[in-house]
T-cell receptor, first 113, second 115 residues
Framework: GQSLEQPSEVTAVEGAIVQINCTYQ??????LSWYQQHDGGAPTFLSY????GLEETGRFSSFLSRSDSYGYLLLQELQMKDSASYFC??????????????FGSGTRLSIRP | NAGVMQNPRHLVRRRGQEARLRCSPM?????VYWYRQLPEEGLKFMVY????????ESGMPKERFSAEFPKEGPSILRIQQVVRGDSAAYFC?????????????FGEGSRLTVL
């Protein structure tokens, strides 16, 4: 089976740094993605890691360790607008070689002034 | 430069009626994915389609739910004889032929309420 585990809620202070962890278990694995979703809105893509290591995109960075089936999203210089839900997602290979993306249950990030 | 278009944005149905949700992928995208999201929960995979072909429907209930992506026109997610438990937001996402970089482009969702 497939499963992704991430904390349900995280609270942080404006201007600080926060890390959201994700562990996954899947039968076939291509890579780990992160998405952001504001209340009532559509999920939007943040980052993708196919190889081990850190990918940096502005204030956001994402890390992957394939051997540990683990990744994290790092948000720096937090702003109030970063208050949202964050989902890790795995790109999974199936028997037909077609790949689909499976999402975790999400981490609700609340930013305090 | 239209993104993924979903309609209707909001749909109210009574128990036993049918719900049809439509999704037009981004221009140039030939793959469509449907996800269901309950309040305060994650995105649950339902079905993955290419034009005229269902690739993976492992997340879709065997009864009452069906999906199609015809050669012409939008992808349709159809829910027959709706029940209250079908109330949710249904998101459609699209990707180019090859899912490079793991990026899906999402529509704004269709919010179904079953009375």
């Amino acid at each position: 089976g497939q499963s992704l585990e991430q904390p349900s809620e995280v609270t942080a202070v404006e201007g600080a740094i926060v890390q959201i962890n994700c562990t996954y278990q899947t039968s076939g694995f291509y890579g780990l993605s992160w998405y952001q979703q504001h209340d009532g809105g559509a999920p939007t893509f943040l980052s993708y890691n196919a190889l081990d290591g850190l990918e940096e995109t502005g204030r956001f960075s994402s890390f992957l360790s394939r051997s540990d089936s683990y990744g994290y999203l790092l948000l720096q210089e937090l702003q109030m607008k970063d208050s949202a839900s964050y989902f890790c997602a795995v790109r999974e290979v199936s028997w037909s070689s077609a790949s689909k993306i499976i999402f975790g249950s999400g981490t609700r990030l609340s930013i305090r002034p | 430069n239209a993104g993924v278009m979903q309609n209707p944005r909001h749909l109210v149905r009574r128990r036993g009626q049918e719900a049809r949700l439509r999704c037009s992928p981004m221009k140039g995208h030939s793959h469509v994915y449907w996800y269901r999201q309950l309040p305060e929960e994650g995105l649950k995979f339902m079905v993955y389609l290419q034009k005229e072909n269902i690739i993976d429907e492992s997340g879709m209930p065997k009864e009452r739910f069906s999906a199609e992506f015809p050669k012409e026109g939008p992808s349709i997610l159809r829910i027959q004889q709706v029940v209250r438990g079908d109330s949710a937001a249904y998101f459609c996402a699209s990707s180019p032929r090859y899912l490079a970089g793991g990026e899906l482009f999402f529509g704004e969702g269709s919010r179904l309420t079953v009375l």
